[in-house]
């Protein structure tokens, strides 16, 4: 499983031991470390940008010294990869953003951020699944759905994919 | 890169990487493509 610097590995302990994973994943062929086919996944995400739906578009963009439409067009300007799945189910920590988008978190966190919300903070890009707290800055909001435990995969993101946001 | 391995347990092996997380990032993708692909015999 991996996360945005490390890598989990799960295995069965009875079959193999540390030192025989360890020494399998340092012997392991460099060719194929670029080889990761889902790296070319390119899944576009279309977003309501302000409004209702990105209550903090205004503000965040004030912050960074930028306009509205400024953030949207480099927040839409090419596509990000998703460098991890983590937090809530199908949470994907995406990036990372350019300098111009670097903010960091909200001051006071909502206590109930609603699905589908667009947000960046702390160099990245997130979408929230489902109804959650979040500290992050909410700068539209998608009817894409990132999580539903009953289709396969569960997930609609996956660590690698590329995510080219783009405005409705 | 470099990694750093940390057993966890008798079950799991956490592999931190150095350096600048997108370089990071891009190892850690690259290596579990690499090991879905040659799983250990």
Same mark, same amino acid.
């Given at each position: ?17 540390? &030192? ?9 062929? /460099? ?6 086919? =889902?790296? =070319?996944?390119?899944?576009?995400? +279309? %977003? =309501? ?17 930028? &306009?509205?439409?400024?953030? %949207?067009? /480099? ?28 903010? +960091?978190?909200?001051?006071? +966190? ?20 489902? =109804? ?9 909001? &998608? ?11 569960? %997930? ?13 | ?41």
């Amino acid at each position: 499983m991996p996360a945005i610097a490390s890598l989990l590995v799960c295995f069965d302990p009875l079959a193999v031991s540390h &030192t025989g994973v360890e020494a399998h994943l340092r012997g392991l062929p /460099t060719a194929r470390r670029r080889g990761d086919s =889902r790296e =070319r996944r390119v899944v576009r995400v +279309p %977003v =309501r940008y302000g409004g209702e739906d990105g209550p903090d578009l205004e503000s965040a963009a004030w912050t960074l010294g930028l &306009t509205p439409d400024d953030l %949207v067009a /480099t927040h839409t300007a090419e596509p990000y990869r998703v460098m991890m799945i983590g937090f809530a189910p199908g949470f994907p920590y995406i990036g990372p953003l350019p300098a111009a988008l670097h903010i +960091p978190r909200r001051s006071t +966190p909502r206590s109930a951020v609603p699905a589908g919300s667009v947000a960046i903070a702390a160099g990245l890009s997130g979408i929230y699944p489902a =109804r959650l707290p979040g500290g992050w800055h909410l700068i539209g909001r &998608t009817d894409m759905r990132l999580f539903d435990p009953q289709a396969r995969p569960p %997930v609609a993101l996956a660590a690698g994919d590329l995510v080219q946001f783009s405005a409705l | 890169m470099k990694w750093i391995f940390h057993p966890l347990g008798d079950s799991a092996l956490l592999m931190d990487a150095g350096g600048e997380h997108v370089d990071a990032n891009r190892a850690a993708l690259d290596l579990a493509a690499a090991l879905e692909a040659n799983p250990p015999p």
